[in-house]
């Protein structure tokens, strides 16, 4: 027993513990290999693991409607909180793994939150994850959206006759009564651009949800008249039932005390003119767009 | 036998002093059954999550009245540094403050400046997926203990003083889609508590648990099994994944022996198809007694839900001189008032915008419009999917006789889809989406008159708010909103009297205590409790 104790603190001969270390190295080794290959297959991935199942596609459906669709609308045509999700182009890359990256964790300083972040839904498995990204493949269009009209020329018209710039941003240039538009080509369904031209005040840039509310920016019309008798006209940045935050049509910031003022009146009339055929054709109307896109591409 | 000395006796004395003074202390510090149920005699400490057993969050503190309440300021923030919604309402007993925050924390305040005494955090596995955000929203307390639920389905007692896990019991498995939010109720010697998880199709359930130990007392499943009575509202095997949780806090009638529970919406939400029957006891209110568990009877808000219209509300037990009756303003829109003896309807009558129903039954319940399910296309039915109000704490005061609740005006666009079940997984039966209206959705605080259900007043909120309210003795009201306002109104005209910008929107039940004779007010708001009190 002495013996035994001497060659081996615990008892087994010396060529069994080695052996043992090896042992648990070559599964430690392999373990890793395996997480790692797991990790991989679950989040790394350059390519949808589960592109090739027919299944996916229908059970990302169902993910899609409770996760996304809220903004991205039903069969992922957009609308007017979200990106038309069936165009071939993303704003925020079109590989695979962009796509994960931007379900996964939101894109900052855009209304699309990490995933599970939103605190009203569940959010979504990784392979759940994949299964969105495979329905989306499944709706989207073969080709690279065409712009109809020349972008070109829309420029001129955006910074031009047709006055866009007047109260829109582009690229830092432009007026500030009216949302930024830079991004706004990629952001919205064309649908929903040509009606926001034609008939701005039937729906207002929307909120985009409810716990976004304090920073939807809807650009109500605003009407105040201060107790001084100053009259001001403009849109609302932000409000609350005490205070408000305007911009006149001058462009000056005003910040006010509701119950100082003499009066107060609010409309959802948007000050942007609807433009009709008559201050803009079809093509015209086309061209523009063409440009947006063009901007929202870049 | 040897006289004793002069020393000897100071001594024993002192010894004598000691001993009566710890019992006397540790008597006072250690909250007796029967102080919860006298917490009236003590109106400085709020010992339950609504603040008595009666669900009514109502202080009789009244140091803060309608003439000096715009005199209010800020006496401490005590921060979570925890990011998504803080649901807390904190309990306060003898000038300790007990609360919960994000990802289950939980904390032991001094109340009177706010420094820390303990701070716990659950090391919660990495793949719970609890919906709606890693909220938790209180603590109770019993003996020595403090309880509350997590969001791995878990109920843990930590002691009062320290912290220290004392006890941890596995309620149910979280993978399945199990969680715990709700602040748990002390009824005698038993913690009650109830479960989240009504977008995953699990079987809700209304536990009991021991406080000394642990062990686990009765459970009342929320769906009947085969052979219980109610079983029969489920079609084929729908009843095992039939939701049905029992997600916020109950209240409880010592005079009877019967606390009362309300549930969450059958699964899933949006789908009746495959769940054919009124689908018991989803959105139902529950009176149980407690010391087994049994049902004595029940009452079902919204039969065969299609809309998410849980009836997960702080029941309120009001009393009319013989009449005990419970109110409710229910997430569908109507405001009801039950005979708690008997579970019978009173009267039901609508206290926000409701276009899914335009009759009622021979029992005066609303009754649902057949194109007010959902469609594949969608159908805009108001109110909205977080409903006319939802779990944020409504609040009765007995001294205007008003019952203040908020109210959510927002209609939503109701859609649905076959899903196919998968334990742990979401399972929605499809969605819903905000509606094209051209006036945006807002929110009010209404006072509401229960003997006729008729609306007093309101003070109406930019958007839908998720604070809750509170009805103080000085004829003051507070509430929040998602500006991130927190108000003071008049509890008899609904006016402002004072207001505090917290700097985020406000997703809890305010309440109110006092130390040293002086009135206090806290909220939750961002990742911040705030405390207010005259200068």
């Given at each position: ?28 080794f ?56 069936t ?60 712009p ?24 830092g240039?432009?007026?500030r ?51 001084d008798?100053?009259k ?45 055929q ?6 015209d ?14 | 036998?040897?006289?004793p ?17 710890f ?20 109106p ?52 300790i403050?007990?609360?919960t ?49 997590t ?12 912290g ?86 109950g ?80 997430r ?21 915008k ?64 076959p ?45 839908p ?12 009201v ?20 004072w207001?505090f ?13 006092a ?8 909220v ?12």
């Amino acid at each position: 027993m002495p013996a035994l104790n001497k060659s081996s603190k615990n008892g087994r001969p010396a060529t069994t513990q080695r052996l043992t270390v090896h042992r648990s190295f070559w599964l430690a080794f392999l373990a890793t290999i395996v997480f790692c290959l797991s990790a991989v297959q679950l989040s790394a991935q350059d390519t949808n693991p589960l592109a090739n199942d027919p299944k996916a596609s229908k059970l990302g459906e169902f993910q899609f409607r409770s996760n996304c669709a809220f903004c991205h609308g039903l069969g992922a045509r957009g609308g007017g909180r979200g990106p038309d999700l069936t165009r071939a182009q993303k704003r925020h890359g079109n590989a695979d793994n962009d796509l994960f990256r931007t379900i996964n964790e939101g894109v900052p300083g855009t209304a699309m939150p990490p995933n599970g972040a939103t605190q009203q839904g569940v959010g979504m498995t990784d392979t759940e994850i994949w299964q969105v990204i495979a329905y989306i493949r499944s709706v989207q269009v073969k080709a690279p959206a065409q712009p109809l009209g020349d972008a070109a020329h829309g420029k001129q018209l955006f910074f031009g006759t047709a006055a866009c710039s007047t109260c829109h941003m582009i690229e830092g240039k432009g007026g500030r009564l009216g949302p930024d538009l830079t991004a706004t080509g990629s952001a919205r369904a064309t649908d929903y651009l040509v009606d926001s031209v034609r008939n701005p005040s039937r729906r207002l840039a929307q909120g985009i949800s409810e716990a976004m509310k304090e920073f939807s920016q809807e650009y109500e019309t605003v009407k105040v008249e201060t107790a001084d008798g100053q009259k001001f006209v403009g849109v609302v940045l932000n409000e609350d039932h005490f205070t408000l935050q305007m911009l006149d049509l001058r462009e000056q910031l005003h910040l006010f005390e509701k119950d100082k003022l003499r009066s107060y009146e609010k409309s959802r009339e948007s000050l942007m003119p609807a433009y009709d055929q008559n201050m803009l054709s079809e093509k015209d109307l086309q061209d523009i767009l063409a440009f947006l896109l063009s901007v929202g591409a870049r | 036998m040897k006289k004793p000395t002069m020393k000897e006796l100071l001594h024993a004395s002192l010894l004598l002093l000691a001993a009566s003074a710890f019992i006397a202390s540790n008597a006072h510090s250690q909250v007796t059954p029967q102080r919860l149920l006298d917490s009236a005699k003590e109106p400085q400490n709020w010992l339950l999550y609504s603040g008595d057993y009666s669900g009514h969050r109502f202080s009789k503190l009244d140091q803060i009245n309608a003439s000096n309440a715009s005199a209010l300021v800020p006496k401490w923030a005590y921060q979570t540094m925890a990011g998504g919604k803080f649901e807390t309402t904190p309990l306060v007993v003898d000038g300790i403050l007990y609360a919960t925050g994000q990802d289950d924390r939980a904390f032991a305040l001094d109340a009177k400046s706010g420094r820390p005494i303990w701070q716990y955090q659950r090391a919660l596995p990495a793949d719970i997926r609890p919906c709606c955000g890693r909220v938790n929203r209180g603590v109770a307390i019993l003996g020595d203990k403090v309880f509350f639920g997590t969001l791995d389905t878990h109920v843990i007692a930590l002691d009062s003083k320290t912290g220290n896990v004392v006890w941890d019991a596995t309620a149910f498995d979280y993978r399945k889609g199990y969680s715990i939010t709700l602040a748990p109720l002390a009824i005698k010697n038993l913690v009650i508590v109830g479960v989240s998880g009504g977008e995953y199709g699990i079987r809700g359930f209304i536990d009991a648990y021991d406080a000394a130990t642990g062990e686990r007392k009765w459970r009342f499943y929320t769906v009947p099994g085969p052979g219980e009575p109610g079983h029969e509202t489920w079609e084929a095997d729908s009843w095992k994944i039939g939701g049905a949780p029992a997600w916020i806090t109950g209240s409880y009638d010592p005079a009877t022996n019967t606390t009362f529970w309300t549930t969450g919406n059958p699964s899933p939400s949006n789908r009746g198809e495959g769940r054919a029957g009124d689908n018991l006891y989803s959105n139902s209110l529950l009176a149980l007694d407690p010391d087994t568990g049994k049902l004595k009877w029940y009452f079902q808000f919204t039969k065969h839900d299609e809309h998410d219209w849980d009836a997960t509300q702080v029941p309120v037990m009001i009393d009319q001189g013989e009449k005990h009756l419970i109110a409710q303003a229910n997430r569908n829109g109507f405001f009801y008032v039950i005979d708690r003896s008997t579970g019978k309807l009173v009267f039901s009558n609508p206290y926000a915008k409701v276009t899914w129903s335009t009759s009622k039954d021979a029992e005066g319940r609303p009754v649902s419009l057949k194109e007010a399910s959902p469609t594949p296309e969608g159908s805009r039915v108001c109110p909205g999917a977080a409903g006319a109000t939802n779990w944020m704490s409504p609040t009765y005061d007995p001294q205007t006789k008003l019952f203040y609740v908020t109210a959510r005006e927002q209609c939503d666009i109701f859609s649905t889809a076959p899903q196919p079940y998968e334990e742990g997984h979401a399972y929605y039966g499809s969605a819903y989406f905000p509606n094209d209206d051209t006036a945006p959705f807002w929110g009010a605080l209404r006072a509401i008159d229960p003997d006729t259900g008729k609306i007093k007043w309101e003070w109406k909120h930019p958007s839908p708010t998720w604070s809750g309210v509170l009805s103080t003795a000085g004829g003051v009201v507070f509430t929040g909103d998602a500006e991130g306002n927190f108000i003071a109104l008049d509890a008899v005209t609904g006016k402002a009297l004072w207001h505090f910008q917290c700097g985020a929107s406000v997703y809890s039940s305010p309440m109110s205590f006092a130390i040293d004779g002086k009135q206090y007010v806290a909220v939750a708001a961002g990742s911040a409790l705030f405390t207010f009190a005259l200068p």
